[in-house]
């Protein structure tokens, strides 16, 4: 009679082979459709296939080997319980099959923008009043930018699509130097622990924090209107408390000094010129209570990963990143320091890179 300990390891080891054979279905159907629509947009877009340098067999070999870890990390992760199991299998489904098609009925749009090298087009309806300038891009060459109820319902689907189904991933790799962090405030009641998502966007990483720190009050911040309301919808889909969300400019947060003892970014930075870089540092460390941690992930950066540079060169140019190629070469631990942060870590996950920093007591 098999026993306990034995039905236990079987167990584990079905849902492993469960976990990567999801994660490599992901994957096969995000690189058959990026070629599928890549051959597309050269055919209708005749410039574009003079756009990017060529990626050698030893680049593609790392990246599959990078990806391998990265999955590796998220699975050990859970089984230590810094988060959930079920988290791995997390994937917007009702999104997928609701909006999956929507992806290649907008593609004419994206050729026209890319055909005609128009990068700050929007549709009249759309209000861009109170915006900053940098801010009014289309971004990946998204229709309306980040300011349309269809970027905002594509905009997961697409960021899977581009990371070959590993995006949440990378995004849960903010889960355990967040807990990390918050056990300097292991005196306070997890029902007053206050943590903050900085650019939240559609609320997936606020999603994943809520079933980490499922007593802690959660907040997050957006510029975009229609990307906060997806945010909402996609809390609400769940049971555990809603987090509080306001549109704000993360260059002036609207909260007093000292208020959380965590905050979060992710995807953010690569996305803002380098002023606004500096801004959004120094308001998370206002915003910060003595002792908090700020994480933040985004892409890698050539200083710690130049086998790279062929493949950070080519996203501005494929995809409309107007502020990728400074950011590249930016140092943010020099930022970071400057407003006051110490203790600052730094760790790379695939084609995303980390940074953890805290404000001293």
């Not at 980040?146 to 581009?162: I, P």
């Not at 997050?220 to 229609?226: F, N, R």
């Not at 990143?321 to 070469?329: K, L």
Request: hydrophobic content about 35%.
């Amino acid at each position: 009679m098999p026993s306990a300990l034995n039905i236990e390891n079987l167990a584990e080891t079905l849902t492993q082979y469960a976990y990567q054979t999801f994660q490599d279905s992901k994957s096969a159907f995000s690189l058959a459709h990026k070629n599928f629509s890549n051959k597309l947009t050269s055919f209708f877009v005749t410039s574009r296939e003079k756009q990017g340098k060529p990626l050698g067999s030893e680049i593609i070999g790392e990246i599959k080997r990078r990806r391998e870890q990265l999955l590796e990390r998220d699975w050990q992760d859970a089984q230590a319980g810094v988060y959930p199991s079920s988290l791995l299998f997390d994937n917007p489904w009702n999104d997928f099959f609701l909006y999956y098609p929507q992806i290649w009925l907008d593609l004419p749009q994206t050729w026209q923008l890319l055909s005609k090298k128009e990068y700050q087009v929007f549709s009249p309806e759309i209000d861009q009043t109170g915006y900053p300038s940098y801010y009014l891009q289309n971004f990946h060459y998204q229709t309306n930018g980040y300011l349309s109820e269809l970027s905002a319902n594509l905009y997961d689907l697409q960021v899977e699509l581009l990371f070959n189904g590993v995006a949440d991933a990378m995004r849960r790799r903010i889960l355990k130097p967040l807990k990390e962090g918050l056990a300097e405030f292991r005196e306070i009641p997890s029902s007053q622990i206050r943590v903050l998502d900085v650019a939240c966007g559609t609320g997936r990483s606020l999603k994943f924090i809520r079933a980490t720190l499922n007593k802690a009050s959660l907040y997050g911040v957006d510029l975009s209107p229609t990307y906060l309301r997806k945010a909402n919808q996609l809390l609400l889909e769940e049971a555990g408390r809603l987090p509080q969300l306001l549109q704000a400019n993360a260059e002036n947060l609207p909260y007093v000094d000292n208020y959380f003892q965590a905050v979060t970014s992710v995807f953010l930075f690569h996305e803002l010129p380098p002023a606004a870089r500096q801004n959004v540092i120094a308001e998370s460390f206002r915003v910060l209570s003595p002792g908090g941690t700020l994480v933040i992930c985004d892409a890698f950066q050539k200083s710690d990963s130049p086998e790279f540079e062929a493949l950070m060169d080519n996203f501005p140019v494929i995809f409309h990143e107007p502020y990728f190629r400074h950011y590249t070469e930016d140092n943010l631990e020099e930022r970071l320091t400057n407003v006051g942060f110490t203790d600052i870590e730094i760790n790379n996950h695939f084609v995303s890179k980390y940074w953890v920093a805290r404000k001293p007591k």
